[in-house]
Nanobody, 123 residues
Framework: QVQLVESGGGLVQAGGSLRLSCAAS????????MGWFRQAPGKEREFVAV????????YYADSVKGRFTISRDNGKNTVYLQMNSLKPEDTAVYSC????????????????WGQGTQVTVSS
């Protein structure tokens, strides 16, 4: 099992930037792949980005490609999501999650989830 705690959300104007962090504990962090997901009000949770155990492979949703960057620091047991050029449609609760299989996109593939952090982008 791994426990996950997100931080870094907040209110930002369109075009601005935020960096989310997700701190992990309870299991060897370098053995798990990490994903970021988001859920806007009235919508289903959707995939945002994923990074492999070593950090050598990443994959992004088309809606964030070129604007968001996922990274990890295995020495600090932390995964990050750098979000640039934010848009109002990026407003959502962002959650990090752990999977034990690799570069996976489906919500059901992730076993452990953080509590989420709110990101609000004003126009």
């Amino acid at each position: 099992q791994v426990q996950l705690v997100e931080s870094g959300g907040g209110l930002v104007q369109a075009g601005g930037s935020l960096r989310l962090s997700c701190a992990a504990s309870g299991r060897t962090f370098s053995s798990i792949s990490m994903g970021w997901f988001r859920q806007a009000p009235g919508k289903e949770r959707e995939f945002v980005a994923v990074i492999s155990q070593s950090g050598g492979y990443t994959y992004y949703a088309d809606s964030v490609k070129g604007r968001f960057t996922i990274s990890r620091d295995n020495g600090k047991n932390t995964v990050y999501l750098q979000m640039n050029s934010l848009k109002p449609e990026d407003t959502a609760v962002y959650s990090c999650a752990a999977n034990y299989g690799g570069i996976l996109l489906a919500v059901a593939s992730y076993r452990n989830w953080g509590q989420g952090t709110q990101v609000t982008v004003s126009s």
